[in-house]
């Protein structure tokens, strides 16, 4: 869900319309709930989800990754089947990107099409079992703004 209400801040104009790759952990479902304009990519990855697999059942959830690790499980992580969704949630990030909203999006496998990097290097901060070895490698390959951080993601948006 995007907030669109005037009565919720907007993060600064240099993110206006961009794809933003953060860490998984960092805190990227905060900033969406906390700011106007800001989509969360995992809220695609599941919309995708649903165009790709109509007869998957999304059913109820309160984190839209227990859908996406459910519906990745269910395909048994057939690259086939997991990049047709991703390329799916791209579009729907680039549109947004197109009306000026902030996406979100914490999948390394899509960190090569991000305007921009944020990478979490306190361990406290990152998801139990990610492989940060593997998303600083990724990052060090692709010619795009990349900072790395210490803190949670709101505080680090504010200051970058």
């Given at each position: 869900?995007?907030?669109?209400?005037?009565?919720?801040?907007?993060?600064?104009?240099?993110?206006?319309?961009?794809?933003?790759?953060?860490?998984?952990?960092?805190?990227?479902?905060?900033?969406?709930?906390?700011?106007?304009?800001?989509?969360?990519?995992?809220?695609?990855?599941?919309e995708a989800i649903g165009q790709i697999a109509p007869n998957f059942d999304i059913g109820y959830?309160?984190?839209?990754?227990?859908?996406?690790?459910?519906?990745?499980?269910?395909?048994?992580?057939?690259?086939?089947?997991?990049?047709?969704?991703?390329?799916a949630a791209l579009r729907k990030m680039r549109k947004a990107c197109e009306i000026d909203d902030?996406?979100?999006?914490?999948?390394?496998?899509?960190?090569?099409?991000?305007?921009?990097?944020?990478?979490?290097?306190?361990?406290?901060?990152?998801?139990?079992?990610?492989?940060?070895?593997?998303?600083?490698?990724?990052?060090?390959?692709?010619?795009?703004?990349?900072?790395?951080?210490?803190?949670?993601?709101?505080?680090?948006?504010?200051?970058?």
């Open positions: 869900m995007v907030i669109r209400s005037s009565n919720y801040p907007r993060l600064p104009r240099k993110y206006w319309g961009e794809l933003i790759y953060a860490t998984p952990g960092c805190g990227k479902t905060f900033v969406a709930n906390k700011y106007r304009d800001v989509v969360d990519g995992d809220d695609l990855i599941v959830y309160d984190d839209p990754r227990e859908v996406i690790f459910r519906y990745f499980r269910y395909i048994h992580f057939n690259r086939g089947l997991m990049w047709k969704v991703y390329n902030v996406v979100l999006f914490g999948t390394v496998d899509l960190m090569d099409e991000a305007d921009r990097i944020f990478i979490q290097e306190d361990d406290d901060y990152v998801r139990n079992g990610f492989n940060q070895h593997r998303e600083k490698s990724e990052a060090a390959n692709l010619n795009v703004t990349t900072h790395f951080i210490d803190e949670y993601l709101d505080n680090s948006l504010q200051r970058a």
